[in-house]
């Protein structure tokens, strides 16, 4: 690096650090005349740093803020304190946009030397912030490299394991990560399914970048919520049935849209399609989404199966009765009861 680079890196160091410095002491700090001061200074402007020169003995130096946001100057300090900030920010879901704080983590650890890598890991390990609850663990390695990949639309691989205790290798391009429920998840076009799927973060390993660029698909903010509120559900629930509808399966698919996640062909014209709940109430919500005039069976096993079917012979009563007065008219007079 060429003295004249050096000394100007020196000059926007020494501007980030004061809010105002006189000409004489800038001198002074970087060992040069006044003179070389404003040809640095100038230097500064065409790189895009707004700084504000100010005449006369009290006068002197500011760097202001600008339209853009120019490169920084960060001490090693600094920079440990902005990474930390960054991990515990991404991990806790402590600010909109989670997203970007991700890729602000990673294009800084992606620069940052070694030592101070470590000194980042050693750290962030002993800070936990207050009144948080904290979900599975998620490396921060592989979240920066899929935010990465999201960012730069650029196709990867890893290793996945489902809750089942399956493990996959996919191959896929990553669109969004997303927190939801004290879980990180990625939404990314499945290569081998040619559909969108979405993954548990913390049960990623292996990111392996492919150096393949892909054209992203698109997706609107909408459907993006969609997914992810999809994947919060698919866990297992207290309360769990299959439905078999007499539904082909892409009929069913078009119909449920990402709600038929799981679903399989039983045959040519049958669909499965896993539905649950904490309780059987929840249970039976999912059922009526099945489509009108459908056909269906179920396993929903005791006490669920008698507690859906009291309740629903008990609504069908109430249907069949005679309603009740509107809000406000007189009672209906009793039938005396003969003696």
């Known amino acids: 690096m060429s003295d004249t680079t050096t000394r100007a890196l020196s000059l926007l160091n020494l501007l980030q650090t004061h809010r105002h410095w006189p000409g004489s002491e800038l001198a002074e700090r970087l060992g040069v005349t006044e003179r070389t001061v404003r040809r640095d200074v100038e230097r500064l402007r065409d790189l895009g740093y707004r700084i504000e020169s100010s005449p006369g003995a009290a006068g002197g130096y500011r760097l202001e803020a600008g339209s853009a946001v120019p490169p920084l100057l ?4 600094e920079a440990v304190a902005m990474a930390i900030g960054l991990r515990v920010a991404a991990s806790q879901r402590l600010v909109s946009g989670p997203e970007t704080t991700i890729t602000a983590l990673a294009k800084l650890e992606q620069v940052l030397p070694a030592p101070l890598r470590r ?26 490299e899929l935010a990465l990949a999201s960012r730069d639309h650029e196709r990867v691989r890893f290793t996945y394991t489902a809750a089942s205790g399956e493990v996959t290798r996919r191959r896929v391009e990553p669109h969004a990560l997303a927190p939801a429920d004290r879980h990180w998840y990625l939404l990314c076009w499945d290569l081998e399914k040619d559909d969108w799927r979405t993954f548990r973060v913390d049960r990623l390993a292996d990111v392996e970048h492919t150096r393949v660029l892909f054209e992203p698909r698109p997706l609107t903010p909408e459907q993006i919520e969609e997914f992810i509120v999809v994947a919060r559900s698919w866990v297992r629930q207290k309360v769990e049935a299959d439905a078999v ?5 892409d009929v069913m698919r078009e119909y449920f849209g990402q709600w038929g996640q799981g679903a399989e062909a ?9 539905v649950g709940g904490a309780d059987w109430r929840e249970t039976m919500y999912g ?9 269906y069976t179920t396993d929903l096993q005791e006490p669920g199966r008698s507690e859906l079917r009291e309740s ?7 249907i069949d009765a005679p309603p009740p007065p509107p809000r406000g008219a007189a009672p209906r007079p009793r039938t005396p009861t003969p003696d």
């Open 266 to 274: 039983e045959d040519d014209t049958r669909t499965r399609w896993p």
């Open 245 to 249: 509808m007499e539904l082909p399966l």
């Open 287 to 295: 059922l009526m989404w099945i489509p009108p005039g459908v056909e």
């Open 119 to 144: 000194r980042v890991n050693a750290l962030a390990e002993t800070v936990q912030p207050a009144g948080l609850n904290a979900g599975a663990a998620v490396s921060s390695d592989v979240l920066g």
């Open 74 to 77: 960060l001490t090693d300090e």
């Open 312 to 318: 629903l012979e008990r609504m069908l009563r109430a």
